[in-house]
C-alpha cells in the first residue's frame, strides 16, 4: 500500500558512500540515505558529490529513498 503512493522530490548528493548509498540533502534541509538502485549499478552510472539528483520515497518510510539518475543532469 505504502509503495503505491510513492512520490519523488529534488536533491543534493552530499556524500557517497562506497557500498552504493549516498547521503542526501533535500530542499527544506531534511537528510536521508539514498540508494542507487540495481540497474543503474549495471550501468556504470554513478552519483557524484554535489550532484542534483530526483529521490522516490515512500510516505511511510522518509528516512531512505531511491536515487533517479537522469543522463544529462548535473
Do not use: Y
Not at 562506497?18 to 542507487?36: D, E, M, Q, S, Y
Not at 542534483?52 to 529513498?65: A, F
Amino acid at each position: 500500500m505504502c509503495g503505491e503512493a510513492s512520490f519523488e522530490v529534488d536533491a543534493l548528493i552530499l556524500e557517497v558512500m562506497p557500498n552504493r548509498t549516498c547521503w542526501v540533502v533535500l530542499a527544506n534541509g531534511h537528510k536521508l540515505i539514498g540508494f542507487v538502485p540495481g540497474l543503474t549499478r549495471l550501468q556504470r552510472t554513478l552519483p557524484v558529490v554535489g550532484q542534483k539528483v530526483r529521490i522516490r520515497l515512500s510516505p511511510c518510510d522518509l528516512s531512505q529513498g531511491r536515487i533517479l539518475l537522469e543522463t544529462g543532469r548535473s
